[in-house]
């Protein structure tokens, strides 16, 4: 799975970013082959990915799953994080070290909130999977996606933002079959992939299976956060609690960007030089 190579502060980012329930639809996307109001005020924030090699941890303490409230430390970042995604991070501004100090002491979990000036309500948790600190203290980290939670009360703000959330799971989809809907998702992400390959100038091979045995709740979360490039669209995904919305809403971003790419691979074949 591709990552970016940079997270930094956007320079749309204001000091104090105010919490949002929903933000407005963003429909493109670049696809990738096998991710009433609360405000507070927060701090600006720099950060970078990095895939370098780190020591593993491991959790030992459970998610709770129950509708109980739990404070939660939150990192404010210009992209969405997906359950079972993975996220690599290099941590270097003061407090998020001061952070990641007080985690690799207890449960190695964090919040990622999606914020473009003001932070969404709805994020997911984070947690350290590898570390490495370095001799100036700042650490590289490779990050796993795990539930989702929604922000209901800021407990704090300083040093880091600290909040009380509760977790966030889908109901049930009632008679929808979402095995279907899950395959067609999948047959259009391999033709949008295979279309994406040749108007790159890709070798054009069949695109291996990409739902690997997952449940659709899972996979629907895979296919969002393949929508790199278009973070309030996959925010919206994100905060949707039926899986058959989040893939309905998926299949049709497909067929969208598959139409397009059609457009254009027959506008190659008549003008081959214009590509």
């Not at 930094?8 to 204001?14: A, F, M, R, W």
């Not at 609360?38 to 720099?46: E, G, I, V």
């Not at 299976?209 to 997952?214: G, M, S």
Request: one cysteine or more.
């Amino acid at each position: 799975m591709a990552l970016p190579h940079t997270v930094s502060s956007p320079s749309s980012l204001s000091p104090t970013p105010s919490f949002k329930s929903k933000p407005p639809f963003h429909s493109s996307f670049n696809p990738r082959s096998p991710s009433p109001h609360r405000r507070c005020k927060l701090t600006s924030f720099r950060c970078s990915s990095s895939s370098s090699s780190e020591k593993h941890h491991h959790n030992t303490n459970p998610p709770k799953r129950s509708d109980d409230i739990v404070e939660l430390p939150l990192f404010p970042l210009p992209l969405v994080l997906f359950p079972g995604a993975i996220l690599p991070l290099q941590i270097f501004e003061f407090r998020y070290r001061i952070m990641m100090h007080t985690l690799l002491q207890s449960d190695l979990r964090f919040g990622v909130v999606y914020s473009d000036g003001s932070a969404a309500e709805v994020g997911c948790v984070g947690e350290v999977v590898k570390h490495e600190r370095l001799v100036d203290d700042r650490f590289f980290l490779i990050c796993k996606g795990q539930e989702r939670f929604r922000v209901t009360n800021v407990v704090r703000t300083k040093p880091y933002l600290v909040a009380e959330v509760t977790w966030l799971e889908d109901r049930p989809s009632g008679e929808e079959n979402l095995d279907a809907l899950a395959n067609e998702v999948e047959v259009l992400m391999k033709e949008v992939i295979r279309l994406s390959n040749r108007l790159n100038g890709k070798a054009e091979k069949e695109v291996q299976d990409l739902r690997r045995n997952q449940f659709p709740t899972p996979f629907s979360f895979f296919v969002g956060s393949t929508f790199e490039g278009a973070p309030r669209e996959q925010q919206v995904l994100l905060e949707l609690e039926d899986t058959a919305a989040r893939l309905k809403r998926e299949r049709e971003t497909l067929r969208n960007t598959l139409n397009y790419l059609t457009a254009a691979s027959a506008v190659k074949d008549v003008f081959p030089s214009s590509s």
